[in-house]
């Protein structure tokens, strides 16, 4: 892949321990549903996700999806880089592959424990896709933003209603005046912002 990829990644405050939002999100097809799923970002197609028998749950693993976009046949293989149950997951684009807005990318979760439940971080990095980047640069961030956006609202939505489905605010507990949509220091004393509410998700 371009070593100058282009990156997106949005993080949710789960009510459930890391051992079980990672069991939810290790099920790729599952975690991946909204690829099957029509929508008008998939030009009224959806995706087949296919495992091996690994089921894409170890290094090395092969999860591959395949079908019709706006008429025009897709497909893509995926490979598991990074397995660490239940913090770390990453997979990878190989070989050749046909998308249309996005070229080969790299995927991720990251899972932080919390006193009531857990942080689900989901990122992606992506390059333009080989032939007509064009509609890379046009459609690309929004979709990277859209995958990204999905995979945390299918999480939240089985954890929690679906009304609650939402993206951490962080705050500080010496200053809880202070507040933003990302983990980081409190500007005032220091110290480390925590997630206490959600606001929902894009």
């Not at 690829?35 to 998939?42: A, T």
Request: proline share 4%; net charge positive.
């Amino acid at each position: 892949m371009n070593k100058t990829l282009k990156h997106y990644e949005n993080s949710i405050f789960v009510t459930a321990s890391q051992t079980e939002v990672f069991s939810y999100v290790d099920d790729h097809a599952r975690f991946s549903s909204h690829m099957s799923q029509s929508s008008w970002l998939m030009g009224g197609g959806r995706m087949i996700v296919a495992v091996d028998e690994s089921q894409g749950q170890k290094i090395g693993s092969h999860i591959r999806l395949s079908g019709k976009v706006l008429g025009i046949k897709l497909f893509l293989d995926e490979v598991v880089t990074h397995y660490d149950q239940p913090h770390l997951k990453v997979w990878e684009t190989i070989g050749d592959l046909k998308l249309l807005v996005i070229g080969h990318y790299r995927m991720g979760i990251e899972l932080k424990p919390q006193p009531a439940g857990s942080l689900l971080r989901v990122f992606i990095d992506y390059d333009w896709p080989k032939n007509n980047a064009w509609l890379g640069r046009l459609f690309g961030g929004v979709y990277a933003k859209w995958c990204v956006n999905q995979m945390l609202k299918g999480v939240n939505g089985h954890f929690t209603s679906p009304k609650t489905s939402l993206r951490a605010v962080y705050t500080c507990p010496m200053h809880p005046e202070i507040k933003q949509d990302q983990a980081g220091l409190c500007p005032k004393c220091g110290m480390e912002l925590v997630p206490v509410e959600n606001k929902k998700l894009d």
